[in-house]
């Protein structure tokens, strides 16, 4: 979760869940995706494989989930 767009509020309540991701063992970090838009709350992620993973938040007051392949 971030609060980089610096949001008014709560902000636990009114973030983005973004994720960056290093390919090289985190000497570089690239390819910020912004999973969901505000108001996203309660982000988690959970590996698949070296390659997927899925991302669960809270978005406008319903559970989602997304697959991410990060290559």
């Known amino acids: ?12 309540r ?8 290093s390919s090289n063992g985190g000497i570089t970090w690239k390819n910020k995706l912004t999973i969901a838009e505000k108001p996203a709350a309660w982000a988690g992620i959970l590996a698949l494989n070296n390659r997927e993973f899925l991302v669960s938040y809270k978005h406008n007051d319903q559970v989602e989930m997304r697959r991410v392949n990060i290559y």
């Open 14 to 21: 009114n973030a983005y869940v973004k994720i960056i991701v």
């Open 1 to 12: 979760m971030t609060d980089e767009e610096k949001l008014e509020g709560m902000w636990g």
